[in-house]
């Protein structure tokens, strides 16, 4: 992301920074603590047993 990208200020790169690790990275990368399921699977798996019980 960052390695083909020219950013004017250090603000505009920490902001671009971020922005990819909040919407992208955490809710797409698998977790092992999870059992191997994306952050956004396993809150899914979450509510739907809450609601079950």
Request: hydrophobic letters at 35%.
């Amino acid at each position: 992301m960052v390695n083909h990208t020219y950013f004017a200020t250090p603000v505009a790169a920490r902001l671009a920074t971020f922005e990819y690790i909040e919407s992208w990275y955490n809710r797409q990368r698998k977790h092992s603590l999870l059992n191997y399921c994306t952050p956004s699977q396993q809150e899914s798996y979450f509510y739907t047993s809450s609601m079950a019980a």
